[in-house]
């Protein structure tokens, strides 16, 4: 029976450090959101209203939230220093700064979203 018990502590060990593994991408959680573009400072202020609630951005294990719209992905996921967000149809990248900051790169607009 000895045995038996130290059987079954050794399956529950080992089934928790499986699905440990398992885990998200580490990047889940609230991030406030600053806009800075090609245009100035003028053009960012627009953009950067501390008023502003809505430029929150939640992101869940394979989902963000953004002004109160969900979208679902296939899988979010760490590659080459980005965050990556894939559909069955395309892939999109947020470059990873550091634990709490990413950046979204669209161009003209580039957003750095800040964990809160």
């Not at 502003?52 to 760490?78: Q, T």
Request: hydrophobic share 40%; proline share 0%; net charge negative.
């Amino acid at each position: 029976m000895n045995l038996l018990s130290q059987l079954k502590k050794t399956i529950v060990f080992f089934v928790v450090v499986i699905l440990s593994g398992c885990g998200g991408h580490g990047f889940e959680g609230e991030y406030k959101a600053k806009v800075e573009s090609v245009f100035g400072s003028g053009f960012d202020s627009f953009f950067n209203d501390e008023s502003s609630s809505e430029s929150n951005l939640i992101i869940g294990k394979d989902f963000i939230k953004v002004d109160g719209e969900r979208i679902d992905f296939d899988s979010i996921s760490v590659r080459d220093n980005k965050l990556v967000l894939e559909t069955e149809d395309s892939e999109d990248f947020m470059t990873i700064v550091n634990e709490k900051t990413l950046i979204l790169d669209q161009g003209v607009v580039s957003i750095t979203y800040i964990k809160i």
